[in-house]
T-cell receptor
Framework: QKEVEQNSGPLSVPEGAIASLNCTYS??????FFWYRQYSGKSPELIMF????GDKEDGRFTAQLNKASQYVSLLIRDSQPSDSATYLC????????????FGQGTELSVKP | EAGVAQSPRYKIIEKRQSVAFWCNPI?????LYWYQQILGQGPKLLIQ????????DSQLPKDRFSAERLKGVDSTLKIQPAKLEDSAVYLC????????????FGPGTRLTVT
């Protein structure tokens, strides 16, 4: 079992729709959860982080965390073609030194 | 605020040659990370420094990879000798050092080993 799992995609949504990206993790001791966006040929860019169960909203982005189910998701409302990228989920257990464990990423394609 | 700086951006070498990458973290960030990202995969941590001490190097292939962070600021990652499977993007990241702190990535160095 991978430590952090994501569907590799590609996930294709029409412009204006809601894109839903999902991630599960195996370490129950994980405390911090991050979503990074990575455009092709570029480095990962932090877009959201969440520490507590529930929802966290930032503009068109909402991160959702359910520690009991070991599940974290990212919703992108009103998807735009510029949102087309690979989205990386990462988790951190600071009792393990604080390193980020990344999933393989989900490729999102937003069609005009 | 200036971001994480890395150089070179691209490097092509032959197998068995050596190569070095340089990273300058965000000013004031105590923690520095080196990741390897192979095409189609998420980044994998190679080594983590807290100031100039190593926190985690459990996934660093120590027979060929080495890293140092002198004076707790800049860092270099070296590969000697390189293998074909080392072809990847090498990413440097830094964070303020708080336990929950997020990490910020540099532009990366794309290494091709032929």
């Amino acid at each position: 079992q991978k430590e952090v799992e994501q569907n590799s995609g590609p996930l294709s949504v029409p412009e204006g729709a809601i894109a839903s990206l999902n991630c599960t993790y195996s370490d129950r001791g994980s405390q911090s959860f991050f979503w990074y966006r990575q455009y092709s040929g570029k480095s990962p860019e932090l877009i959201m982080f969440i520490y507590s169960n529930g929802d966290k909203e930032d503009g068109r982005f909402t991160a959702q965390l359910n520690k009991a189910s070991q599940y974290v998701s990212l919703l992108i409302r009103d998807s735009q073609p510029s949102d087309s990228a690979t989205y990386l989920c990462a988790v951190k257990n600071y009792n393990q030194g604080g390193k980020l464990i990344f999933g393989q990423g989900t490729e999102l394609s937003v069609k005009p | 605020e200036a971001g994480v700086a890395q150089s070179p951006r691209y490097k092509i070498i032959e197998k068995r040659q050596s190569v070095a990458f340089w990273c300058n973290p965000i000013s004031g960030h105590a923690t520095l990370y080196w990741y390897q990202q192979i095409l189609g995969q998420g980044p994998k941590l190679l080594i983590q420094f807290q100031n100039n001490g190593v926190v985690d190097d459990s996934q660093l292939p120590k027979d060929r990879f080495s890293a140092e962070r002198l004076k707790g600021v800049d860092s270099t990652l070296k590969i000697q000798p390189a293998k074909l499977e080392d072809s990847a993007v090498y990413l440097c990241a830094s964070s303020p050092g708080t336990r929950m702190g997020e990490q910020y990535f540099g532009p990366g160095t794309r290494l091709t080993v032929t």
